[in-house]
RNA sequence: GCCCCUGUGGCGGAAUUGGUAGACGCGCCUGACUCAAAAUCAGGUGUAGCAAUACGUGCUGGUUCGAGUCCGGCCAGGGGCACCA
């Protein structure tokens, strides 16, 4: 009797329209209810969506409309990561301007994102590079600024050729512009720097808090934060070699290290060549000054780095050692010694540092192993080529010797702590951090202005308050490379704010990672225009309780969010440390890629599939052209394997799409996307459909009380529902989406049965259970699929909205089996079962148990070694 | 080089965290309906075997009444960091 088909393309926009007219998203900041607020990280509108942001608002929404059946206020809001450089790029290609092309690119996306039919709250919008969003960024830096967590500094930069701006570390890639892919210039400029270095300890100890969050993106934090304790020590220099070297630090060299018990293994000292004593002997030894240029070119645009030889330089100085002053080392300039980590010099051990080893043993320096293996004899222990890091005892290392490394290092740190020279002590215990203070300078027109004003007599002057925002100006040509606000004719001209003489303002814009540090708070109010935030709502709605995005953010955007948290904290800006309390890393979108004879991509729309499994093969549509299956891969333009969800959403509706997305793979892993999948979702909301309207007019007799008692029939179909009902939740509370999917095939199958049933065993009950569990299955799948589940509602004969009901109530008694069948085991091999009574005791199961023909047969009249009862769960005999 | 994660049918993946391995879906096979196809419906589908049964969660050892799950060693794939002293 199935006649019609579900519409999608009349169901879809119906529905999103009812939804709008009666504004069910939208979030109240006065809601007196508990709240949830889940995010999904905003998009950067580079003018369509795609399978990505497919999936990653999907799995949001399923949060979102989960939480809002569940009772919570929810907050859902959704945004634009607005400013960048693709808008430039446009601007240059296209003479389109950035603000122009980026709204066009957020109208259309916006247009997208409405038709999956998100339960967003459109009133929260925001996009950063409205001076309503930028103008409260700027009065935070001043904010920063005053309370010291910003400076200004002269610092050599990460310099993009192409890009033609300046990268923070982490937006370098093996040497290249994380976005540009252009290796990377170190370049001396003056840049302003955010102080996520003052924060290094606190972000790295409150990772454990973070309990909610991927232990594999905690642990990508705590090795970027990279703390290590160690010692600092200062080496007294040989006068005698120091003459004719203009060093103002006198003569001594300050060097860090992890492993002060190794000191006695010690054979050269390594200076950076940035450091200031190599600078200073230079000064007199133009081989030296040669040597130090070309090592910083390896360390620099080298598309070699990582196999750059050990090189060094003897300066000719000697060292005093801290225990020995007679005992001199070699000092030497290094090209692997880093200036900006500990003090840029370092004291080297060769027998148990891989790199020091291979300095030795390229300059001869020779090696002394101080830390012994164990089980290995002291006197025949050498090294050659291969240093040794592990653990043991001192050797060679006079009063050392016999120690562990931990209490080697203890006793050299207390030894020199308490020795002093010049009236400070020799050597300090230090924590040193790999994490740099974090580079916000940009010179882009398409960012937000540092409101800050250079004046020839006062220096750097903050922008007044009440002149902000600073906007970028309009007039603005891009035909040549570089920074338009630096060459616009009058914008960067002002009067000082203090002194009122000529002045011109800072023309870097902010690394637009500022921009998405924040949102978030934003989103709590927007509407706010006198501050970034309202203490009441900021501290209200945070931290977010979900936030789902790509691994990509895993360092960048995360650890920048939970600095700027803490800055705005320290600013009043809010009260909370942690912006995100649930972090939700989800996987790609894959697909297979498909390439002509001749070598060039071919988009999956382009081609069919012929053939099944191994007689596989895929034709150009157009031409009936061969075309090679290859490899499946991330979804990307180049190679021209992405579908685009404005067609997926043509074809088959959002809620297909949604579903697919959800069904399969677990969130976190890459998804396949494949036309027989899609399918397969599209076949499942058409016998959604028809099993609810089916069901329905089964539904249509039921007696309006629910009957006192249930035949056979109704009591599956019932336990059926509420056993879905309470896997599925459960599912969707621990993100396991595909779990869900398949617990609602599961009872789709159920209901399925229980509609042939009503033919073949007719009982009173059953119409009244078809109707209770139709209603569940409709709300339980409507936080996938909403219309659908609008469309089934409505054809249960409801005139309110599925997306406003609560989420159905589970009967507990239901999920509770008067009987259980328990496995049983003979030697841990299932060899049969054995129904009992729910309560049975252990010995009547055992008895139960025992008098199996399979147990029988298996003890052979001899009685069994043990019985292990498990209740509820399994029995074993141990013959 | 260091650190981390993952290996389960033809495929994507389940498995109450030590208790019936392979739920659910895709694909495939058989049947029904149809002039036929699509759609739909019913049944089957880890491997070997006619069967009883045996084997089976990357390999290998161990702990346990019982191991996909815990421990040791290896192999493969993926990711992060990489002169950080």
Redesign the pocket.
């Known amino acids: 009797m199935?006649t019609e088909r579900y519409n999608p393309r009349d169901a879809e926009p119906r529905w999103q329209a009812i939804w709008d007219e009666k504004n069910i998203y939208a979030t109240r900041n006065d809601d007196p209810r508990p709240k949830y607020y889940v995010l999904e990280m905003f998009p950067y509108p580079s003018g369509r969506i795609h399978m990505g942001h497919v999936r990653n608002y999907t799995m949001g929404d399923v949060v979102a409309r989960y939480k809002r059946a569940r009772g919570f206020s929810v907050l859902h809001p959704m945004g634009w990561d607005a400013f960048g450089m693709p808008a430039e790029n446009a601007a240059m290609e296209r003479k389109v301007h950035p603000r122009e092309w980026t709204y066009a690119n957020i109208a259309a996306m916006k247009k997208q994102l409405k038709s999956m039919g998100l339960s967003l709250d459109w009133a929260r919008e925001i996009a950063t590079c409205d001076p309503s969003y930028y103008k409260h960024q700027q009065k935070m830096f001043l904010d920063f600024l005053r309370a010291g967590l910003v400076e200004r500094k002269q610092s050599k930069v990460n310099w993009d050729p192409v890009d033609q701006t300046v990268l923070a570390?982490e937006q370098v890639?093996d040497g290249r512009g994380w976005r540009s892919g252009a290796m990377v210039e170190q370049r001396e400029l003056t840049q302003w720097f955010l102080k996520i270095s003052a924060y290094s300890q606190e972000l790295l100890d409150a990772l454990d808090t973070l309990d909610r969050w991927p232990?594999?993106v905690r642990?990508?934090q705590r090795?970027?934060i990279?703390r290590?304790e160690?010692l600092h020590v200062r080496f007294a220099l040989d006068p005698a070699t120091m003459q004719n070297v203009p060093y103002a630090a006198g003569n001594e060299l300050e060097i860090?290290?992890?492993?002060p018990d190794t000191l006695f293994g010690a054979k050269f000292l390594a200076l950076?060549p940035d450091h200031p004593l190599a600078a200073a002997v230079a000064a007199h030894n133009p081989k030296l000054a040669d040597f130090i240029v070309e090592a910083r070119k390896?360390?620099t645009a080298q598309e070699a780095?990582?196999k750059?030889e050990?090189l060094g330089f003897d300066t000719g100085i000697k060292a005093q050692h801290p225990f020995d002053p007679t005992w001199l080392l070699p000092v030497y300039v290094a090209?692997?010694?880093?200036?900006d980590?500990?003090t840029?010099a370092?004291f080297g051990c060769p027998a148990h540092?891989q790199?020091d080893l291979d300095f030795v043993n390229k300059y001869g320096l020779g090696n002394t192993p101080v830390v012994c293996p164990p089980d290995v004899d002291p006197k025949t222990f050498v090294i050659t080529d291969t240093a040794y890091d592990g653990d043991g005892r001192m050797i060679n290392s006079r009063f050392l010797d016999g120690m562990t490394i931990a209490q080697a290092k203890d006793e050299v740190a207390r030894r020199l702590e308490s020795q002093t020279r010049g009236n400070r002590p020799v050597a300090a215990r230090q924590v040193?951090f790999?994490l740099r203070d974090w580079g916000i300078s940009r010179q882009r027109y398409w960012g937000c202005p540092i409101p800050i004003i250079h004046c020839e007599t006062c220096g750097v002057v903050p922008v007044p308050d009440k002149d902000l925002p600073v906007t970028l100006p309009d007039d603005v040509d891009f035909n040549t490379p570089g920074n338009p606000l630096d060459r616009h004719p009058t914008w960067k001209h002002v009067a000082c704010p203090q002194c009122g003489g000529k002045a011109r303002r800072e023309t870097d814009t902010m690394d637009t990672f500022v921009d998405s540090s924040w949102y978030f708070a934003r989103f709590t109010d927007p509407w706010i225009t006198d501050a970034p935030t309202d203490r009441t709502q900021v501290d209200r709605w945070l931290p977010v309780d979900q936030y789902i995005g790509g691994?990509e953010h895993a360092?960048l955007h995360l650890l920048y969010s939970r600095f700027f948290t803490r800055a705005m904290k320290k600013t009043g800006h809010t009260g909370l440390d942690e912006p995100f309390a649930g972090l939700f890393t989800q996987g790609m979108v894959v697909h297979e890629t498909y390439r002509r004879k001749t070598g060039e991509w071919v988009m999956p729309s382009e081609i069919k599939i012929l053939g099944?499994?191994d007689a596989r093969r895929a034709v150009l549509i157009e031409s009936g052209e061969d075309i090679e299956i290859g490899s499946i891969e991330k979804m990307s333009k180049s190679k021209k394997n992405t579908v685009d969800p404005d067609d997926i959403i043509a074809a088959y509706g959002a809620d297909t799409a949604r579903w697919f997305m959800l069904?399969?793979?677990?969130p976190d892993?890459?998804?396949?996307w494949?036309e027989?999948?899609v399918?397969?979702a599209w076949?499942?909301t058409?016998?959604l459909w028809r099993l609810v309207h089916e069901a329905a007019g089964i539904a249509k007799n039921a007696p309006a009380q629910r009957p006192a008692t249930f035949g056979e029939p109704a009591l599956k179909l019932r336990k059926a529902a509420h056993g879905a009902l309470a896997k599925v939740s459960e599912a969707i509370e621990t993100l396991?989406f595909?779990?869900a999917?398949?617990h609602l095939?599961?009872f789709a199958?159920a209901l399925?049965?229980a509609i042939?049933d009503v033919e073949s065993k007719p009982e009173p009950g059953l119409a009244w259970a078809m109707r209770e569990a139709a209603g569940i299955l409709v709300l339980l799948f409507q936080p996938m699929m909403p219309h659908l589940a609008e469309e089934c509602w409505a054809a249960l004969g409801h005139d309110s909205l599925a997306a406003t009901q609560p989420w159905p109530a589970v009967e507990a008694d239901l999920l509770i089996e008067n009987t259980l069948?328990l496995?049983v085991?003979i030697?841990?091999?299932?060899r049969a079962?054995v129904t009992v009574p729910r309560d049975a005791s252990k010995d009547a199961i055992e008895a139960a148990v025992l008098a199996l023909d399979a147990v029988q047969k298996a003890l052979d009249g001899k009685s069994p070694k043990?019985v292990?009862v498990?209740p509820q769960?399994?029995v074993?005999v141990?013959a």
């Open positions: 199935t570390n890639i232990e594999k642990l990508m090795n970027w990279g290590s160690g860090f290290t992890t492993r950076s390896i360390g780095i990582e750059a050990k090209n692997f010694v880093l200036m980590y500990g840029g370092i540092d790199r040193n790999r691994i360092i099944n499994e069904s399969d793979s677990p892993r890459d998804v396949n494949t027989k999948g399918q397969g076949r499942f058409q016998r396991h595909n779990v999917v398949a095939y599961e199958n399925s049965d042939g069948t496995p085991q030697n841990g091999k299932k079962d043990k292990i498990v769960r399994i074993n141990v």
